[in-house]
């Protein structure tokens, strides 16, 4: 029976020792934020293909040809650009009418302490964008680096290796309350951005 509390107490110093290691402190703090993206988040949204995106686009094209007919060049590079200002359209079309789903998981949604424990111990929410076409989702902190109008939303969400990723939302893509409720995120829960690795520069400019 000795033994056995003795090897307890063995085992209890050790792991209160590995909590006090910057290393071990790191890994469990990614343990607990993926625990958090694994529960159900706090907000969702499905954000539907927006007709007005679809509406300029399709002006643009028809401006983009406009242009190539009335320029005097040789008609077989007409029908060669013109052809492949089509194909960029019709690429654009289908990329646009993908359905995406935008959560948001906020660990301090439900915490009832009071304002100055909840100021010390609060926690930065984190937002998940996923595609209907199996593409990996993209996750990560809001910073504040978005734009915001009365009809068009831009987020930009910060991931873990510090690439920007920016999400494009319409007016017409949520529901009134959703847009509102993602303008007041833009304004007061957006977080400064962490510097930028070369790497995750030039993937935001390709």
Known sequence: ??????????????????????????????????????SEPSWIAII??????RAL?????????????????????????SAGILIACAY????????????VHDPNKNRANSAADYE?????????????NGDHP??????????????LLILVVQSANSQWHRIPIWVDAVSGSQFSFLHYQLIFNTQTPQPRTFRAVLHSLL
């Open 120 to 132: 010390k111990h609060k926690q930065t929410p984190v937002w998940t964008m996923a595609t209907g």
């Open 92 to 103: 654009q079309l289908r990329a646009l009418s993908v359905t995406r789903q935008l959560s």
């Open 57 to 81: 686009l399709i002006t643009l094209t028809l401006l983009a040809l406009l242009a190539v007919i009335i320029t005097p060049i040789n008609p077989v590079i007409k029908i060669v650009v």
């Open 1 to 38: 029976m000795k033994r056995c509390t003795r090897f307890y107490q063995i085992i209890r110093n050790k792991a209160a020792a590995c909590a006090l290691q910057p290393g071990i402190a790191n890994t469990s703090a990614t343990t607990q934020a993926g625990s958090l993206t694994d």
């Open 48 to 53: 539907r293909p927006s007709n007005i995106h």
């Open 138 to 151: 993209v996750q990560g902190v809001l910073i504040q680096r978005g734009y915001r109008s009365t009809i």
